[in-house]
């Protein structure tokens, strides 16, 4: 390191004298330019007994004029010449200083407290400029987006899975998992080290020690990766006896990690209003009520729930489902809606949003089949922030039981269905229906449009509307949302393209594909098991 900052040393002698030598040079040109020009041979005019008339005086003068001019715009040209020149020199000059001051001190990780050269950090906190951090983007269709893809401390759940990949796996990949880890450590430091601008405060434990926060407090993480910019990371923590949640948001722009904000996220007053549009299917709202109960009466506690029931059939019979449930738990936040009209679910969460009096909240789209644990309740108050973030999680969708379980009598329980493997479902990366938004984002944007009839086309709707505005457009998987398989009717009223999406939906919500290849291949399976069995007992008589 020494010889390389003598060498740094020796250049910038040698510039600064070349330096001196080049301005000599342009001023000894500079004088001999101004010099009067002398011709020993040449008369002067008026000497006595030359006769020179009054024109050709007028001549001499232009002439001279033009001399004159011509040399001024030869100077003012080599001057603005000389001035680039120096400008030119004294960047090399200040690069080669810079250069000398790397050499001498190093550019380290950001945790390292060691600055890098403004250039380097200018272009690094472009990238983040740039990329889908702290404002949205406007993006042209639903496909645009780059969604998340969460992790826990063992796990990964991931939308793109492929022929090999799994929708929950663990990381086993090196690169993953030193990334995961090398981030969760970074989220630490930045906590247990907070910077003076961090919007967070000190809090001490319960013996008045100072409150370190370690690995097993980390709670989920979100992931993406845009190709041109970088990686961002969105990293929860909470210690088990504090209701507050730690918020890290990380970027890696193609380099070492940096720290955007470090907050705390107070999410303990947090109520979430569910919002679910009900038509009939009285046998599934019965299955719903007891998951609401088993996570938001007994175990969340901060839930007001909203049925907009289309219809009179089977009325009656949600009311009284309704009575036995909060009755028998002493729970009276809901609110149940009557519309005498055709099932429309955008019209449904339309008049369920807007029949909320009670100033801002937090609403929650869901539907009749969809089981949620409170882990997700959590997760949808961590990534939706009225004016900045709305959430689309993606939902685990289960395959038909009776084809997932036919080698048992009868399929188990739900809640021993709820497991995310290839064969037993898949992440609904097309559905946009289950979403958490803030009211006042949701009426600002217009809602849902009512000129969509029939089936799903609402909801794209609704999602391609925040996609063209500026708010944070948060698509991820969630481990803990889940849809519970259930017969599919395409009616015959719906448009040649909605009829299509009602198929593939259908026939994607059936089974995997080794489980439809097996039905489809099933006689040809059967005659291969009857040529092996006559086989055998032929072996056997012999």
Same mark, same amino acid.
């Given at each position: &390191?020494?010889?390389?900052?003598?060498?740094?040393?020796?250049?910038t002698?040698?510039?600064?004298?070349?330096?001196?030598?080049?301005?000599s040079? %342009?001023?000894?040109?500079?004088?001999?330019?101004?010099?009067?020009?002398?011709?020993?041979?040449?008369?002067?005019?008026?000497?006595?007994?030359?006769?020179?008339?009054?024109?050709?005086?007028?001549?001499?003068?232009?002439?001279?004029?033009?001399? $004159?001019?011509?040399?001024?715009?030869?100077?003012k040209?080599?001057?603005?010449?000389?001035?680039?020149?120096?400008?030119?020199?004294?960047?090399?000059?200040?690069?080669?200083?810079?250069?000398?001051?790397?050499?001498?001190?190093?550019?380290?990780?950001?945790g390292?407290? =060691?600055?890098?050269?403004?250039?380097?950090?200018?272009?690094?906190?472009?990238?983040?400029?740039?990329?889908?951090?702290?404002?949205?983007?406007?993006?042209?269709? =639903?496909?645009g987006? #780059?969604?998340?893809?969460?992790?826990?401390? &063992?796990?990964?759940?991931?939308?793109?899975?492929?022929?090999?990949?799994?929708?929950?796996?663990?990381?086993?990949?090196?690169?993953?998992?030193?990334?995961?880890?090398?981030?969760? =450590?970074?989220?630490?430091e930045?906590?247990?080290?907070?910077?003076?601008?961090?919007?967070?405060?000190?809090?001490?434990?319960?013996?008045?020690?100072k409150?370190?926060?370690?690995?097993?407090?980390?709670? =989920?993480?979100? $992931?993406?990766?845009?190709?041109?910019?970088?990686?961002?990371?969105e990293?929860? !923590?909470?210690?088990?006896?504090?209701?507050?949640?730690?918020?890290?948001?990380?970027?890696?722009?193609?380099?070492?990690? &940096?720290?955007?904000?470090s907050?705390? @996220?107070?999410?303990?007053?947090?109520? #979430?209003?569910?919002i679910?549009?009900?038509?009939?299917? @009285?046998?599934?709202?019965?299955?719903?009520?007891?998951?609401?109960?088993?996570?938001?009466?007994?175990?969340d506690?901060?839930?007001?729930?909203?049925?907009?029931?289309?219809?009179?059939?089977?009325?009656?019979?949600?009311?009284?489902?309704?009575? *036995?449930?909060?009755?028998?738990?002493?729970?009276?936040?809901?609110?149940? #809606?009557?519309?005498?009209?055709?099932?429309?679910?955008?019209?449904?969460?339309?008049?369920?949003?807007?029949?909320?009096?009670?100033?801002?909240?937090?609403?929650f789209?869901?539907? %009749?089949d969809?089981?949620?644990?409170?882990?997700?309740?959590?997760?949808?108050?961590?990534?939706?922030?009225?004016?900045?973030?709305?959430?689309?999680?993606?939902?685990f969708?289960?395959?038909?039981?009776?084809?997932?379980?036919?080698?048992?009598?009868?399929?188990?329980?739900?809640?021993?269905?709820?497991?995310?493997?290839?064969?037993?479902?898949? /992440?609904?990366?097309?559905? !946009?229906?289950?979403?958490?938004?803030?009211?006042?984002?949701?009426l600002?944007?217009?809602?849902?449009?009512?000129?969509?009839?029939? /089936?799903?086309?609402?909801?794209?709707?609704?999602?391609?509307? $925040?996609?063209?505005?500026?708010?944070?457009? #948060?698509?991820?998987?969630?481990?803990?949302?889940?849809?519970?398989?259930?017969?599919?009717?395409?009616?015959?009223?719906? @448009?040649?393209?909605?009829?299509? &999406?009602c198929?593939?939906?259908?026939?994607?919500?059936?089974?995997?594909? *080794?489980?439809?290849?097996?039905?489809?291949?099933?006689?040809?399976?059967?005659?291969?098991?009857?040529?092996?069995? $006559?086989?055998?007992? *032929?072996?056997?008589?012999?």
């Amino acid at each position: &390191m020494p010889r390389r900052g003598l060498i740094l040393q020796t250049r910038t002698h040698w510039l600064l004298l070349g330096l001196a030598l080049f301005c000599s040079l %342009v001023l000894f040109l500079y004088l001999l330019e101004c010099a009067p020009q002398t011709d020993g041979n040449a008369s002067l005019p008026g000497v006595i007994g030359e006769n020179y008339g009054k024109e050709y005086y007028q001549a001499l003068l232009q002439e001279q004029e033009e001399h $004159y001019q011509t040399r001024a715009t030869s100077l003012k040209r080599q001057i603005a010449q000389l001035k680039q020149e120096l400008q030119e020199m004294s960047e090399k000059m200040r690069s080669l200083q810079e250069r000398k001051n790397v050499g001498a001190n190093g550019v380290g990780y950001r945790g390292n407290k =060691e600055q890098a050269p403004s250039d380097l950090l200018e272009f690094l906190h472009s990238q983040i400029d740039k990329a889908e951090v702290s404002t949205g983007a406007k993006l042209p269709s =639903e496909y645009g987006v #780059i969604p998340f893809e969460s992790f826990t401390l &063992m796990k990964v759940f991931q939308l793109e899975m492929g022929l090999t990949r799994h929708p929950e796996e663990k990381p086993v990949r090196k690169d993953k998992r030193d990334e995961l880890v090398e981030v969760i =450590e970074a989220g630490l430091e930045v906590i247990n080290n907070p910077d003076e601008d961090d919007e967070q405060e000190d809090e001490d434990g319960p013996l008045g020690e100072k409150l370190i926060f370690n690995e097993n407090d980390f709670i =989920e993480g979100y $992931y993406r990766t845009e190709r041109d910019k970088g990686t961002q990371y969105e990293l929860f !923590f909470k210690k088990a006896d504090l209701m507050e949640y730690r918020h890290v948001t990380l970027f890696r722009p193609f380099g070492p990690l &940096m720290k955007v904000k470090s907050e705390m @996220t107070d999410i303990s007053r947090s109520v #979430i209003n569910i919002i679910v549009p009900l038509a009939e299917r @009285t046998e599934a709202f019965v299955q719903f009520m007891q998951n609401f109960r088993d996570v938001c009466i007994r175990q969340d506690k901060r839930i007001h729930l909203t049925v907009v029931y289309f219809g009179q059939e089977g009325l009656s019979r949600v009311k009284s489902i309704l009575e *036995s449930v909060t009755s028998a738990s002493n729970f009276h936040n809901y609110t149940l #809606i009557s519309l005498n009209e055709e099932f429309n679910r955008g019209r449904g969460l339309n008049v369920g949003a807007r029949a909320w009096d009670s100033g801002e909240v937090l609403m929650f789209f869901c539907d %009749v089949d969809i089981y949620f644990s409170a882990d997700f309740l959590n997760s949808c108050r961590l990534n939706a922030e009225p004016g900045k973030k709305v959430f689309y999680p993606v939902v685990f969708s289960l395959y038909n039981p009776a084809i997932v379980y036919a080698s048992q009598d009868v399929p188990p329980p739900v809640e021993q269905q709820l497991v995310h493997k290839k064969d037993s479902g898949f /992440w609904r990366d097309f559905g !946009f229906g289950m979403t958490c938004q803030y009211r006042s984002d949701f009426l600002t944007i217009g809602g849902f449009d009512m000129e969509v009839k029939g /089936w799903g086309g609402e909801d794209v709707h609704l999602y391609r509307k $925040y996609l063209h505005g500026d708010l944070i457009v #948060i698509r991820s998987p969630v481990p803990g949302l889940f849809h519970l398989w259930h017969e599919k009717r395409c009616a015959d009223e719906l @448009t040649p393209e909605q009829y299509r &999406m009602c198929i593939q939906s259908k026939a994607m919500s059936e089974a995997s594909h *080794s489980h439809l290849g097996m039905l489809v291949f099933r006689e040809e399976i059967e005659a291969h098991l009857r040529k092996q069995a $006559y086989r055998t007992d *032929s072996e056997a008589g012999g």
